[in-house]
């Protein structure tokens, strides 16, 4: 008897799926644990293997299509089996919003009856028609929505391989590599290199040599030609439209075009208009001519002397002198990290209630303890090392600050995996320690500082930064004495770690030298309360103030 073969939900935050590639086509032979497709989760690419034995009797969405969990994607049964029985509770909603979009637009389908013509019947065009395989911009992190093409590794016109790696695109987390998981001629290329493409969207076309997929090209939405003719209008009135012209008599009498912002800012900057030269409509002078104009020697000294003899007229006793400044400034586009850090932090602020709590430890103990550490040690531990040790040992005692709000339900981890934030050029990364509360310091070190490495290289992978339940930012090397963090969500919390300071301190009624580090813990109000987060303090401020607990 046929079976369907429904979206499975492949991560807890998943709502619906891509398929990447199918690996079995209608006909096709089935057995349990045969690889059917490859999967686009919201967090990474992954395998589907079937549970049912049978002849794949039907697919339903194509490569590169979304489909909702538990949608129908396939039906397997016996060979030649009538299987459309199976479909028909899937297709008959389909069919009705159809209906009912086309009653609802019959103007939109008028318009569009001229574009269908193009096109055989009106017909719609599918890879499969063709015999060629889209490639899209993969999912290749978590958080990534668009990714840059960094560099073609083929050309239109060369000859691919399944496991050819096309192309290199720059997410918001690093440089990796695309696959073309197809065979067959570059045929197309739709995103030059430099150029962003958005999830999902095609990047390329792969298939016999000589295939026109122009049909194919043309179902798609002319949005980007509708973008520049909108921009093209956006700007036209800036370069064409004629702004008030102010008539200024100069030294020589004769009468200059300028607009109004134009005369302002040459009057700001003491620019006599008759020596710049309009590049407006009829010699008219404008903001960008003014910005733009090198006074020579001359006009610069009877620009500079003009303005003085005013000075001396109105005030014998005020003499300054006349400064002529340039405003400049560099614009560069958002890359994609910065674009998800952004995304992200504004996510975790406007949504999580962000509550601090502030305290003070010691660290005269943990200093000594370092200095004999390192003596012994076959990696060097840093002040953040044993702070990441400390911090994990403190969660295991206090789980509801290693929790996580899910909306509907609060997670509370039983593994300490720490976020250790890490600065790079292009923004921050958060490489994740795993299970640190049973790893020693030097393995603690030794992790970090590949992390370190790699995330400058650009090469750290998805599995890197996925999966932390507590994160930990420390600007104390930069001489910064405290400050605060934004939440890495889903995290519960973060905690702020600032520089060792040498200061005053009381000890035993006397006031001595002390060394002060300073923690503030930044919560979700949602999971963790104020007394909550006060006891963690507690807990981690007397670890980090005899270190030799973090050894036991």
Same mark, same amino acid.
């Given at each position: 008897?046929?079976?369907?073969?429904?979206?499975?939900?492949?991560?807890?935050?998943?709502?619906?799926?891509?398929?990447?590639?199918?690996?079995?086509?209608?006909?096709?032979?089935?057995?349990?644990?045969?690889?059917?497709?490859?999967?686009?989760?919201?967090?990474?690419?992954?395998?589907?293997?079937?549970?049912?034995?049978?002849?794949?009797?039907?697919?339903?969405?194509?490569?590169?299509?979304?489909?909702?969990?538990?949608?129908?994607?396939?039906?397997?049964?016996?060979?030649?089996?009538?299987?459309?029985?199976?479909?028909?509770?899937?297709?008959? &909603? +389909? #069919? =009705? @919003? /159809?209906?009912? %979009?086309? !009653?609802?637009?019959?103007?939109?389908?008028?318009?569009?009856?001229? *574009?269908?013509?193009?096109s055989p019947a009106g017909e719609q065009v599918s890879a499969e028609d063709l015999g060629?395989?889209?490639?899209?911009?993969?999912?290749?992190?978590?958080?990534?929505?668009?990714?840059?093409?960094?560099?073609?590794?083929?050309?239109?016109?060369?000859?691919?391989?399944?496991?050819?790696?096309?192309?290199?695109?720059?997410?918001?987390?690093?440089?990796?590599?695309?696959?073309?998981?197809?065979?067959?001629?570059?045929?197309?290329?739709?995103?030059?290199?430099?150029?962003?493409?958005?999830?999902?969207?095609?990047?390329?076309?792969?298939?016999?040599?000589?295939?026109?997929?122009?049909?194919?090209?043309?179902?798609? &939405? +002319? #949005? =980007? @030609? /509708?973008?520049? %003719?909108? !921009?093209?209008?956006?700007?036209?009135?800036?370069?064409?439209?004629? *702004?008030?012209?102010?008539?200024?008599?100069?030294?020589?009498?004769?009468?200059?075009?300028?607009?109004?912002?134009?005369?302002?800012?040459?009057?700001?900057?003491?620019?006599?208009?008759?020596?710049?030269?309009?590049?407006?409509?009829?010699?008219?002078?404008?903001?960008?001519?003014?910005?733009?104009?090198?006074?020579?020697?001359?006009?610069?000294?009877?620009?500079?002397?003009?303005?003085?003899?005013?000075?001396?007229?109105?005030?014998?006793?005020?003499?300054?002198?006349?400064?002529?400044?340039?405003?400049?400034?560099?614009?560069?586009?958002?890359?994609?990290?910065?674009?998800?850090?952004?995304?992200?932090?504004?996510?975790?602020?406007?949504?999580?209630?962000?509550?601090?709590?502030?305290?003070?430890?010691?660290?005269?103990?943990?200093?000594?303890?370092? *200095?004999?550490?390192?003596?012994?040690?076959?990696?060097?531990?840093?002040?953040?090392?044993?702070?990441?040790?400390?911090?994990?040992?403190?969660?295991?005692?206090?789980?509801?600050?290693?929790?996580?709000?899910?909306?509907?339900?609060?997670?509370?981890?039983?593994?300490?995996?720490?976020?250790?934030?890490?600065?790079?050029?292009?923004?921050?990364?958060?490489?994740?320690?795993?299970?640190?509360?049973?790893?020693?310091?030097?393995?603690?070190?030794?992790?970090?500082?590949?992390?370190?490495?790699?995330?400058?290289?650009?090469?750290?992978?998805?599995?890197?930064?996925?999966?932390?339940?507590?994160?930990?930012?420390?600007?104390?090397?930069?001489?910064?004495?405290?400050?605060?963090?934004?939440?890495?969500?889903?995290?519960?919390?973060?905690?702020?770690?600032? *520089?060792?300071?040498?200061?005053?301190?009381?000890?035993?009624?006397?006031?001595?030298?002390?060394?002060?580090?300073?923690?503030?813990?930044?919560?979700?109000?949602?999971?963790?309360?104020?007394?909550?987060g006060a006891q963690f303090l507690q807990t981690l401020k007397g670890l980090l103030e005899?270190?030799?607990?973090?050894?036991?």
């Amino acid at each position: 008897m046929a079976e369907v073969v429904r979206m499975p939900k492949m991560s807890d935050t998943m709502t619906e799926g891509v398929i990447a590639k199918w690996h079995k086509k209608v006909g096709d032979k089935v057995n349990s644990g045969d690889l059917v497709a490859e999967i686009e989760t919201d967090k990474a690419t992954m395998d589907f293997e079937s549970y049912q034995e049978g002849t794949l009797l039907y697919i339903g969405p194509k490569e590169g299509e979304a489909v909702a969990i538990d949608a129908v994607i396939a039906v397997l049964g016996e060979e030649g089996e009538d299987y459309k029985a199976l479909l028909e509770g899937d297709a008959a &909603p +389909a #069919a =009705k @919003a /159809e209906e009912t %979009s086309k !009653e609802e637009a019959p103007k939109e389908e008028k318009k569009e009856e001229k *574009a269908e013509e193009s096109s055989p019947a009106g017909e719609q065009v599918s890879a499969e028609d063709l015999g060629v395989t889209v490639i899209t911009m993969p999912l290749l992190s978590d958080t990534m929505t668009e990714g840059v093409i960094a560099q073609w590794n083929f050309k239109v016109g060369d000859s691919i391989k399944s496991d050819d790696a096309i192309a290199d695109v720059e997410t918001d987390k690093a440089t990796m590599e695309v696959t073309a998981y197809a065979e067959g001629t570059l045929l197309y290329v739709g995103v030059e290199a430099g150029q962003a493409a958005k999830v999902n969207d095609i990047i390329a076309i792969v298939g016999p040599a000589g295939t026109d997929v122009t049909p194919l090209l043309n179902q798609k &939405p +002319a #949005a =980007k @030609a /509708e973008a520049k %003719s909108e !921009e093209k209008k956006a700007d036209a009135p800036a370069e064409t439209s004629p *702004a008030p012209e102010a008539a200024i008599s100069t030294s020589s009498d004769s009468r200059v075009k300028a607009s109004p912002l134009a005369k302002k800012i040459a009057k700001e900057k003491g620019i006599d208009l008759s020596q710049v030269k309009g590049s407006a409509e009829g010699g008219r002078i404008v903001k960008k001519d003014v910005e733009n104009f090198t006074p020579s020697a001359a006009p610069a000294a009877a620009a500079a002397s003009a303005p003085a003899k005013a000075a001396e007229t109105e005030a014998k006793t005020v003499s300054l002198p006349q400064y002529i400044g340039e405003e400049r400034f560099t614009e560069k586009p958002v890359n994609q990290m910065r674009k998800t850090i952004a995304r992200r932090l504004s996510e975790s602020l406007f949504t999580a209630p962000h509550f601090y709590l502030n305290v003070s430890i010691d660290m005269d103990n943990a200093i000594a303890a370092r *200095a004999q550490i390192n003596e012994v040690a076959p990696v060097k531990v840093s002040f953040n090392d044993i702070v990441i040790k400390a911090v994990a040992i403190a969660l295991k005692q206090h789980p509801a600050v290693n929790s996580s709000w899910l909306g509907d339900k609060i997670r509370y981890n039983e593994h300490t995996n720490i976020g250790v934030a890490i600065a790079v050029e292009d923004g921050l990364l958060v490489p994740v320690v795993r299970f640190a509360d049973g790893k020693s310091l030097s393995h603690i070190s030794a992790e970090v500082k590949d992390f370190a490495q790699k995330a400058k290289a650009k090469k750290l992978q998805p599995s890197d930064w996925e999966g932390s339940t507590f994160t930990v930012s420390n600007l104390g090397m930069f001489g910064i004495d405290d400050f605060t963090s934004i939440i890495n969500s889903p995290d519960g919390a973060i905690l702020s770690v600032g *520089a060792i300071q040498q200061i005053p301190v009381v000890k035993n009624g006397a006031v001595v030298p002390g060394n002060v580090m300073k923690l503030s813990l930044g919560c979700d109000h949602r999971v963790v309360d104020g007394a909550t987060g006060a006891q963690f303090l507690q807990t981690l401020k007397g670890l980090l103030e005899a270190p030799i607990r973090l050894l036991a």
